[in-house]
Every structure is written in structure tokens, then in C-alpha cells.
């Protein structure tokens, strides 16, 4: 005598609460924790500000902006 499967099984149930762990950790990585890391444009521009507050004369205020742009380069490369 056969008997007719009804439902998941407990196989299936555990398949589809194996998924719906993954999806709810994901979801709650994405929407709690989130990224914290700012963009490289954004640290671009606080590092052109810190050189624009702390550089008097022209020379070191332009060795200051082209440090943020290789800075910016490196970070750019990163992501």
C-alpha cells in the first residue's frame, strides 16, 4: 500500500527554513548593519576640505589636493 505524500516532508521543511534564514540574514545585514564605509568621492571631498582649512600657501595646498587625488585613485581601484 502506497501512501500518498502530503505536504513538504520534513526534508522540505527544512529546505525551505534553511532559505528563509539565509533571505532574513541578508535582509537584516542589509537593512541594520548596513555599510558603513563612505564612497571614495565623499572621502575625496573631507580631504580636499582638511587641505583647504590647514594649507596656507598655494604650494603645499596643491601637494595637499594631489595626495587626496591619489588617494581617491587608490580607493577607486579598491572597490
Not at 28 to 52: F, H, W
Amino acid at each position: 500500500m502506497r501512501r500518498r505524500q502530503r505536504g513538504l516532508g520534513w526534508l522540505g521543511s527544512l529546505v525551505v527554513l534553511a532559505l528563509a534564514v539565509g533571505a532574513g540574514y541578508y535582509l537584516y545585514k542589509e537593512m541594520v548593519i548596513g555599510d558603513d564605509t563612505p564612497s571614495c568621492a565623499v572621502q575625496q571631498n573631507e580631504c580636499l576640505q582638511i587641505c583647504r582649512r590647514t594649507s596656507a600657501d598655494s604650494a603645499s595646498a596643491q601637494a595637499c589636493q594631489e595626495a587626496c587625488r591619489r588617494e581617491a585613485d587608490v580607493c577607486a581601484a579598491r572597490r
